[in-house]
T-cell receptor
Framework: LAKTTQPISMDSYEGQEVNITCSHNNIATNDYITWYQQFPSQGPRFIIQGYKTKVTNEVASLFIPADRKSSTLSLPRVSLSDTAVYYCLVGDPYYNTDKLIFGTGTRLQVFP | DSGVTQTPKHLITATGQRVTLRCSPRSGDLSVYWYQQSLDQGLQFLIQYYNGEERAKGNILERFSAQQFPDLHSELNLSSLELGDSALYFC?????????????FGPGTRLTVL
């Protein structure tokens, strides 16, 4: 059973860089890693996806080491509006139902 | 706005009743997913449909059923409702059927069972 483990919560201050790590020891060869952001009472929103090494887009970076057993979402210079729950999701292109596990996510609180 | 619509936004009903939640995917998306999120809990995957056919199944109770219609909208039917079924129900859609597809989530339906 593919499973991800994340810290339950993290605190930060505005302007700081935040790194949230997700552990996925049983990741399979075909699996990709995707991160979503969820604000209270809203549906999750896609942030970034990667397979290996580093991926960067306009909102975040994703670092994946060579063994791919973990990944780190990096949010540069967070603001109050980045306060949300962040989910790490492991999935393969052809699906196994046990891959669609969002878990409880990491609750990030950004303080002024 | 993700482009995914869900109705109704709120639903209050009594135990033992049956309700239907509706989801319209983004234009062009063929997959629809249903998730349940209880208070302070993570997202629980229920079921996925791709182009009208069931594609993947999660921890969906036998009292729950879903379908995707030819116009690609989907309905989630919840019957013999229990207090524990109170939750936010999200629908998501994606273009393809694979686990790497970006899912676009709707605003959710908040179900309260009294």
């Amino acid at each position: 059973l593919a499973k991800t483990t994340q810290p339950i919560s993290m605190d930060s201050y505005e302007g700081q860089e935040v790194n949230i790590t997700c552990s996925h020891n049983n990741i399979a060869t075909n699996d990709y890693i995707t991160w979503y952001q969820q604000f209270p009472s809203q549906g999750p929103r896609f942030i970034i996806q990667g397979y290996k090494t580093k991926v960067t887009n306009e909102v975040a970076s994703l670092f994946i080491p060579a063994d791919r057993k973990s990944s780190t979402l990096s949010l540069p210079r967070v603001s109050l509006s980045d306060t949300a729950v962040y989910y790490c999701l492991v999935g393969d292109p052809y699906y196994n139902t046990d891959k669609l596990i969002f878990g409880t996510g990491t609750r990030l609180q950004v303080f002024p | 706005d993700s482009g995914v619509t869900q109705t109704p936004k709120h639903l209050i009903t009594a135990t033992g009743q049956r309700v239907t939640l509706r989801c319209s995917p983004r234009s062009g998306d063929l997959s629809v997913y249903w998730y349940q999120q209880s208070l302070d809990q993570g997202l629980q995957f229920l079921i996925q449909y791709y182009n009208g056919e069931e594609r993947a199944k999660g921890n969906i109770l036998e009292r729950f059923s879903a379908q995707q219609f030819p116009d690609l909208h989907s309905e989630l039917n919840l019957s013999s409702l229990e207090l524990g079924d109170s939750a936010l129900y999200f629908c998501a859609s994606s273009m393809g059927e694979g686990g790497t597809d970006t899912q676009y989530f709707g605003p959710g339906t908040r179900l309260t069972v009294l």
